[in-house]
Structures are given as structure tokens and as C-alpha cells.
């Protein structure tokens, strides 16, 4: 990965996170996908980063973006929903993008259902946030742009 003078971070949402503020706000939230884009959009300006988000309800186009990450961005942020308990495909292409990738949970699993304790991904990201509603994709950023940053991979700010 060449290094850029402003860092490109990738956002990828997997299933249900399109109808956040109305799926279950008692676990989720009543915030938005598109209104937590928009704080992670005022964040990234602070730091000087840009962002993409993307989203889809279907494994084959979340495995396709990641794939097509692969030399295009710093670092990503996944949000996987309920792949992140069955996806092997999702994993192997996190893995194929070769980037510094954080693990990010709205809610957290480890205080959920049991099947939501199994994560096909915590060993192949850098990191995990969870538990902190929406306000965890602007924590997200930050931690993966400290961690550019330490790496060389980027200029301080």
C-alpha cells in the first residue's frame, strides 16, 4: 500500500444495518446508519481522513467490496451483523484486502445470545469495539487511524 498524503478508510455494514434506528433501538439505537455516517464523515475532516460507507444485506456484495479494497484504502472498518457469527467467505476476503481492519459491533456480543459470541473474524482484524451504539464507528476511525499512524503508514496531524 503506497502511503497517501489523507488516508482512505472503507466502511462496510452487513445485514439489517440499513434500517438501524428502527430494528430493536432498545439494543441498537435510534440512530442511523446514515446519521452515524455523518458523524464519522465530521470526524474523518477533523483528522484529515476520507471515508466510504457501504452497506448490504448480501454475503457475495460485502465479500466483492472488501475484495475490491485491496490497494484502494488504508484501512477498513467492518460492521458485519449477523455474518460475523457464519461468514467464512466474509473472513477470507478481510484477509485478501491486506489492510489493518477493526471489528465493530453496535451492541455487545458478549453480553448477547450465545451464537453472538463467535466471531468468524476477531482474528484476522487489529482490533474490536462494541458496546458503544453508533458513537463505536467514530471510535472506530480513531483507533484505526492511531494505529496508521504508529505504523508509519501515515503523517501525525
Known sequence: ?????????????????NVLGKREPEVYGRMTLDGIRREV???????????????????????????EARGNFDGLVINPGGYTHSSVAIRDALIYAGVPA??????????????RRT?????????????????????????????LREAGGLAAR
Open 102 to 115: 477493526v471489528e465493530l459491533h453496535l451492541s455487545n456480543p458478549a453480553r448477547r445470545e450465545p451464537f
Open 1 to 17: 500500500m503506497k502511503r497517501r498524503a489523507r488516508p482512505r478508510i472503507l466502511f462496510v455494514n452487513g445485514p439489517n444495518l
Open 41 to 67: 464523515e465530521r470526524a474523518a475532516r477533523r483528522e484529515g481522513a476520507a471515508v466510504e460507507f457501504y452497506q448490504s444485506n448480501h454475503e457475495g456484495e460485502i465479500v466483492g467490496r472488501l475484495q
Open 119 to 147: 466471531s468468524l473474524v476477531e482474528d484476522v482484524v487489529v482490533g474490536r469495539i462494541a458496546g458503544f451504539g453508533g458513537y463505536g464507528y467514530v471510535l472506530a476511525l480513531s483507533a484505526l487511524l492511531n494505529l
